[in-house]
């Protein structure tokens, strides 16, 4: 099934982190997001069937900026009802799924992941499904670390992840 995304709406907010931008589709579901300026990486992002062929810029994107910030002040379920459209293969179109239900406080390892996810030895296809998730924030991969604590990567720096699970613990 191939759907063509026309436009998406792109806002970005001040964090204690710097810049995040979101860009949703003209249903508000989030299509990427992340720590950064550059809306045009983030639509690079997106799975090329939902990828937008234009990005409109907003001031602000209603209840997903609302959720953006709130979850940056301290409101760490804000982002748990927005909605978020990715596309990939099953499984990791599941694992995506999966990362929303890891509560905030409660990280686990790829390894752990993996297992809840249904596939315990799909230690690396967990770990791609973090590298591949393009809903940064709302789809909470950096709740994923490695063996013994370790953060392992994020593609938003480590510096990133650091804060948001401090700020989460």
């Not at 907010?13 to 990486?41: C, H, I, K, Q, R």
């Not at 690079?44 to 001031?59: F, G």
């Not at 315990?120 to 924030?137: F, K, S, V, W």
């Not at 490695?146 to 392992?152: C, D, H, M, N, P």
Request: aromatic share 6%; glycine share 8%.
């Amino acid at each position: 099934m191939t759907t063509t995304v026309r436009h998406a709406d792109v806002a970005t907010v001040a964090t204690p982190l710097g810049p995040f931008t979101t860009l949703t589709d003209t249903d508000g579901m989030v299509l990427a997001s992340g720590w950064t300026g550059d809306a045009e990486n983030l639509r690079t992002l997106v799975h090329a069937a939902l990828r937008p062929q234009e990005l409109r810029r907003r001031d602000d994107l209603g209840e997903v900026t609302r959720a953006v910030t709130a979850y940056h002040e301290g409101d760490l379920t804000a982002i748990d009802t927005i909605p978020v459209h990715q596309r990939s293969g099953e499984f990791l179109t599941h694992a995506w799924d999966v990362l929303r239900k890891v509560p905030a406080g409660s990280p686990l390892t790829y390894t752990e992941f993996a297992a809840v996810a249904g596939r315990p030895q799909a230690t690396r296809a967990a770990a791609n499904a973090c590298a591949r998730n393009a809903a940064a924030l709302f789809v909470p991969c950096h709740r994923i670390l490695r063996i013994g604590g370790a953060l392992g990567g994020f593609r938003w720096g480590l510096p990133a992840k650091r804060w948001l699970l401090e700020h989460e613990g």
